[in-house]
């Protein structure tokens, strides 16, 4: 049988040809349509004009931090109430629809954070911006660029150092300068043009407490960028800083804080049973003490709420059944007359809320703390800082240990608590001053006491000494400028690494003794979310303590 021939297969090296010349790069260009298809987007049911934020902490651990402070490890288990975002919320709605993401509370990582932010696809993105948090906090507003909003920032860092703070990182569109809650406002109403929606509220705030104003508008209606008081932004590559907003005159013409917004059942302190939340009563120090970061943000002059604006908002707290606040300002007891017209306003109501604030030592009388505690008051933070009155001088702290000894007893008597706050390594300090604060420590009726170390903040006295004086650790990072975990600071004789040590030895030598442990075993057992709060805090501090702590 013939079998017919297999076809020969004809194979061809493509290989073989000859190499074509190298031709000017061209590559496909799909940015329009990427940008198009970012900025028109459907907005879903849940998409909002302005979102507000208190990102995920640096470690996943709790933080301090807020409007006129900086960032802080907190190993005290306090989860502070953002009452700043639900003032800013207030000046917003109703004309804009406004989400609040407090993810320190929340106790929410990135990825849940990130989703959220797709979730509500915000057109403007507000953040918290502190020294200590710089880098962490940049990331949130990295993520909000990314899904196409306008990203904003406020607080303590970004005020003494716009230019700067906006340079490295380019996601950040504006800064708010200052005081954020009218220039939030007004800023947003130029760019969305609605300037004439203004509700009665919003235009005397705007009208009276700047004298002033004008709309920011060119000739043709469009927007003038140069005029908006208050803010850092950035024109075609420049970055451009213009000119201050005065502050608000009278914080009575506030609207009361949406609370509602916050999660402040998550809002809890040591010592205090159930939430709590902060109430402002004032904003504003008179005090000229160096290290103040306080001062930066709203400086030396007190503007006060009445006892009457106090009370309205404490009854709609109670109303979302909150029996707990802070009474939240720079000095509470700035001004004796407003105190006592507090007290007498939650006495003369009935209300039963107990309440905490802080106090200078110097800034009381035994008649006023009988008062305050007959009014609620149980507990209050105190500025004690230093044993010695080398240090207290320098630092311009003005208040002196016998003073401090004085007023604590009084505080006692009264029935009310004292936690006192202490800073290790302030200017003049030595070993033996930090021995005399230690000593003293131990001397005053205390039933809390912490110790920091000091940290030179920017835009602060004690910054602008320590550069002067060439004291910042070589290196140093915004992040490292924490009172908490750490320090920049080197002085001659007593470097970082001392303070550190003083630090821990301080509180050791403080907490170790019989008045301050029983204290600590009565919160443990007083009742079971007590507990576990205080096996908590027990653990941070000896994990600080042995030097095993991630932060």
């Known amino acids: 049988m013939n079998e017919k021939p297999q076809m020969e297969l004809k194979y061809k090296n493509l290989g073989a040809h000859r190499v074509a010349p190298l031709k ?9 349509i990427v940008r198009n298809g970012l900025l028109n987007q459907p907005r879903g049911k849940d998409a909002v004009d302005v979102l507000l934020v208190n990102p995920p902490t640096p470690d996943g651990g709790l933080w301090i931090r807020t409007q006129h402070r900086v960032g802080r490890r907190t190993r005290e288990n306090m989860v502070w109430p953002q009452v700043s975002l ?34 509500y696809q915000p057109k403007y993105y507000l953040s918290q911006l502190t020294a200590p948090t710089l880098e962490n906090d940049m990331y949130g507003v990295f993520l909000a660029k ?6 904003m920032v406020f607080g303590t860092h970004i005020t003494p150092i716009p230019v700067e703070t906006m340079r490295p990182y380019p996601a950040l569109d504006i800064g708010l300068v200052g005081e954020p809650d009218l220039t939030l406002r007004d800023l947003i109403d130029h760019l969305e043009g609605k300037i004439d929606e203004r509700p009665p509220l919003i235009q005397k705030l705007i009208n009276e407490h ?32 213009n000119k201050n907003r005065p502050f608000i005159k009278d914080l009575d013409d506030l609207p009361v804080p949406l609370h509602e917004m916050l999660p402040y059942k998550k809002y809890v302190m040591p010592l205090m049973k159930g939430p709590f939340t902060f109430i402002v009563t004032s904003r504003g120090c008179t005090a000229g003490c160096i290290y103040c970061i306080k001062h930066v943000s709203y400086q030396y002059t007190v503007r006060l709420r009445s006892p009457e604006k106090v009370l309205e ?66 507990l209050m933070t105190w500025g004690i800082e230093s044993g010695s009155e080398q240090v207290l001088r320098h630092a311009r702290k003005g208040a002196y ?4 000894l004085r007023s604590l007893t009084w505080a006692r008597k009264a029935g009310i608590k004292n936690w006192g706050y202490f800073i290790i390594g ?26 920091h170390v000091a940290a030179p903040y920017p835009g602060t006295p004690f910054f602008f000494e320590v ?43 403080w907490a170790l003794r019989p008045g301050p442990i029983m204290t600590y075993l009565k919160m443990l057992f007083s009742d079971f979310s007590t507990m576990k709060s205080a096996v908590s805090v027990g653990m941070q501090h000896f994990q600080w303590q042995t030097g095993k702590s991630e932060s």
């Not at 406004?98 to 959220?116: C, H, T, Y």
Request: glycine share 4%; charged share 30%; proline share 4%.
């Open 24 to 32: 000017m790069a061209k590559f496909p260009n799909a940015d329009e």
């Open 86 to 119: 639900a003032q800013m919320a207030a000046l917003l709605v109703p004309t804009y629809k406004v989400q609040i993401i407090d993810a320190n509370a929340e106790r929410m990582g990135w990825k849940e954070f990130a989703d959220l932010i797709s979730k």
């Open 146 to 151: 990314a899904r196409g909003a306008t990203t």
């Open 210 to 241: 700047d004298p002033d104003y004008r709309p920011a508008l060119n000739e043709d209606g469009t927007v003038n960028m140069h005029e908006i008081k208050g803010i850092v932004w950035r024109e075609a590559g420049q970055i451009i800083l």
């Open 313 to 378: 908002e404490l009854w709609v707290l109670k109303k979302l059944g909150i029996s707990n606040v802070n009474m939240y300002a720079d000095l509470f007891t700035a001004n004796r007359d407003q105190v006592i017209g507090i007290c007498k306003a939650m006495i003369d109501a009935n209300i039963k809320m107990k309440w905490t604030c802080n106090s200078r030592v110097d800034y009381v009388d035994e008649e006023m703390l009988n008062l305050m505690a007959k009014a609620g008051c149980f």
């Open 401 to 404: 240990p016998e003073t401090a």
């Open 426 to 451: 302030l200017p003049t300090e030595t070993e033996e001053t930090i021995r005399q604060t230690i000593e003293f420590a131990k001397k005053l009726p205390l039933d809390i006491a912490l110790f």
């Open 467 to 509: 550069v002067r004086e060439n004291w910042f650790r070589s290196g140093t990072r915004w992040e490292q400028v924490d009172m908490d975990k750490g320090t920049v600071l080197d002085y001659p004789g007593l470097p970082a690494e001392k303070l550190l040590y003083w630090q821990k030895r301080a509180f050791r030598e």
